[in-house]
């Protein structure tokens, strides 16, 4: 078994280490009167279809037995009002030293016991598809939140026969289970916005008052991560792909953005067919610092409608739709209007049968990481040989902020902002995940790259560009003698493409280059402000520190 669910007569003492106070709270609820077991999907289903306010469409759900579904079941739409992302500000970790835990420990009491004279609905999945690694979850939340309930289930890997035959043989990890407490109909009145409690040392977590779907995944995620850095692994979020060659070494690449920055696009890309490629996830994965291979956490995507208009082939993959519009055909059948009419970020759990090459896992070690930058000053492409410089760049990842999150009003979407190996939900130290991806490059020997997919001085660089980018590299068509130096910069080079010239004698670029580093070294310098107790690596400061002195 790979998480432990129950505990021998000698082990119920407080002193255990997989006991919390939080953690007694969080899972104490879990077995009221009040909360029924949903025992399999099509019960799921049938639950979240009655729910109040649920459209049940006309547009079907294919593979409905491999999923578990009621034969002839159809895609259903739920929609939220205002909130239509993530509220990042509403997370709070019981073991930050920041936080007043006693205080945490004492609103989510409260906010629990708020709700006990409603009914709710558990269930169990699993977070990773492979006995390698794999950890059970457990769901709870109001029985009107069954659409929310459904979602997760087929986000994750329900707790079925054949699940429990793969956790049966699964490697077995000295941690307690994961345990959710979900309730968006509970305000807390010290936090109108939203509260969400985390214990990631202990495996659990509360949300109040907050529908996104996103919370629920996401904080799962949120754990599973953090047992997964913990026991040897390096925590993802982001997408892998490979290519598999006859006739030359494969490929297996691994992309870091935030929603919005093209990781999908890249991890789901088939070239027309040319290649034989394997796809892990767009979203969610770990990797073994030990051996290099890869493990999926989860088997479907949870994807933005926008991206595929009505009639494109991948809608046919869709089982629930948050935040989109609902319509009549000319037949007078219920579907989709999938761009963002009604609001934006409209959202789909969609099967993993859209891939058609999906794997759970991925033997072969990374070959490359690219970091996804949204970086007016650096070129559509760069290679970092140094593993210092590979690191730090992934450290201070620049990017934009996008409609799947919860933003404070006036927020300017063009800002540019450091999210550290893309990956806003993280439950440990930024330092931790510096030594893990700096492991890749230094014990795995991975190449590392930085993909610029917003605008280069000012000119856009297309989806396509990228996308070409990524299939040359993989065929063997850009080889590294193609690319020339960045500067005098030790270990960074950069691939010469048409329309995107470098100049870096201009004093112009060169200050917009310098700028642009200082603010990574600024917001290193902060966050170790901030962390004083946990800084990061101080060979990252020193790397941009060098840069910035060679451009001025």
């Known amino acids: 078994m790979s998480t432990k669910e129950r505990y021998s007569q000698d082990e119920l003492r407080k002193a255990n280490p997989m006991f919390s106070r939080t953690r007694a709270t969080i ?16 019960e799921a289903y049938n639950l979240a279809k009655k729910q109040s306010g649920v459209i049940v469409t006309d547009l079907p759900i ?38 007043d835990a006693e205080a945490l420990n004492g609103n989510l009491r409260e ?27 457990h769901i709870m939340m109001p029985e009107d939140q069954a659409f929310n309930l459904l979602s997760y289930i087929l986000n994750f890997h329900f707790f079925d026969d054949e699940a429990e035959k793969m956790y049966a043989k699964s490697k077995f990890y000295d941690e307690p289970d994961i345990y959710f407490y979900f309730d968006p109909n509970v305000q807390d009145e010290d936090y109108p916005k939203g509260l969400g409690v985390f214990d990631a040392p202990h495996n ?8 996104y779907f996103g919370e629920l995944k996401k904080g799962t995620l949120t754990l599973a991560w953090a047992i997964a850095h913990r026991h040897g692994y390096t925590a993802c979020h982001g997408g892998e792909k490979s ?39 767009d ?50 059948k219920k579907v989709i209007v999938t761009e963002d009419l009604r609001n934006n970020n409209g959202r789909v759990i969609k099967t993993r049968y859209t891939s058609p090459h999906r794997v759970d896992f991925e033997k072969s070690p990374i070959t490359a990481l690219f970091w996804i930058m949204k970086d007016g000053s650096l070129p559509p492409i760069i290679k970092i040989d140094d593993p210092v410089l590979a690191t730090t760049m992934g450290c201070t990842l620049a990017t934009k902020r996008t409609s799947a999150e919860n933003l404070p009003k006036g927020f300017d979407m063009n800002t540019l902002v450091i999210e550290p190996f893309a990956d806003p939900f993280r439950a440990y130290p930024v330092s931790g995940d510096y030594t893990d991806f700096k492991e890749l490059f230094t014990k795995r020997g991975a190449s590392c790259y930085s993909l610029n997919t917003d605008a ?22 850009i080889k590294d003698s193609d690319f020339k130096p960045f500067g005098n910069f030790k270990g960074v080079s950069y691939l010469p493409i048409e329309g995107y010239e470098v100049h870096l004698e201009d004093p112009e670029y060169q200050k917009t280059l310098a700028k642009r580093m200082q603010d990574r ?10 962390h004083p107790e946990t800084p990061i690596q101080d060979e990252a400061k020193k790397t941009l520190e060098a840069i910035i002195k060679e451009l001025s």
């Not at 691994?254 to 796809?279: C, N, P, Q, R, W």
């Not at 479907?300 to 208009?309: A, E, G, I, L």
């Open 27 to 42: 899972e104490s609820a879990f077995y009221g009167n009040n909360v029924h077991e949903v025992t399999s999907v099509a």
């Open 62 to 99: 294919l593979h409905t037995k491999e999923l578990g579904l009621p034969h002839g079941a159809t895609q259903l739409v739920y929609n939220h009002g205002k909130i239509l992302g993530r509220t990042a500000s509403a997370r709070h970790f019981v073991d930050n030293p920041n936080e």
């Open 111 to 137: 906010d629990i016991y708020k709700g006990h004279e409603q009914k709710y609905l558990k269930a169990t999945v699993l977070v990773g598809l492979d006995p390698s690694f794999t950890v059970k979850a």
């Open 204 to 211: 659990c977590a509360a949300v109040f008052n907050l529908r």
């Open 243 to 281: 290519f598999h060659f006859d006739d030359k070494d494969d490929k297996t690449f691994a992309f870091y953005g935030l929603s919005g920055s093209g990781k999908s696009t890249l991890t789901h890309e088939m070239y027309d067919g040319k290649y034989d490629i394997t796809v892990l996830h």
């Open 283 to 332: 979203d969610a994965f770990i990797i073994s610092r030990e051996d290099g291979s890869s493990v999926a956490l989860e088997p479907s995507y949870f994807d933005k409608t926008h991206d595929y208009p009505a009639g494109h082939h991948e809608t046919k993959y869709y089982t629930t739709i948050m935040n989109c519009d609902v319509t009549l055909d000319s037949n007078g």
């Open 456 to 477: 280069f001085m000012g000119k856009d660089i297309p989806k396509e560009v990228t996308k070409k980018l990524i299939e040359d590299l993989a065929n063997g068509n």
């Open 521 to 530: 070294l600024n917001w290193l310098n902060k966050y170790d402000e901030e």
